[in-house]
């Protein structure tokens, strides 16, 4: 992860996180990024995560 911004408001949070990845053998190096968006609600006192996108940077 390069970066994140978090959002909160009572019940509800946003998460926006961008990333960097590389893997593979030397040589043989695939690397990707994109940002993942996250919403997530308070539930029985724990986070849970209610929504997920994703897609890759432009």
């Known amino acids: ?3 994140v ?7 509800l949070a946003q998460a ?5 990845a590389r893997f593979g053998d030397p ?5 990707w990024s994109g ?4 919403t997530l609600m308070k539930h029985d006192g ?3 995560i209610v929504s ?4 890759p940077a432009s």
């Not at 040589?27 to 690397?31: C, S, T």
Request: proline share 3%; net charge negative.
């Open 35 to 38: 940002i993942d968006a996250f």
């Open 1 to 3: 992860m390069v970066e």
């Open 27 to 31: 040589g043989d190096v695939a690397e």
């Open 52 to 55: 997920l996108a994703y897609a």
């Open 5 to 11: 911004a978090v959002t909160i408001e009572g019940p």
């Open 46 to 48: 724990r986070w849970r």
């Open 16 to 20: 926006w996180a961008r990333y960097e």
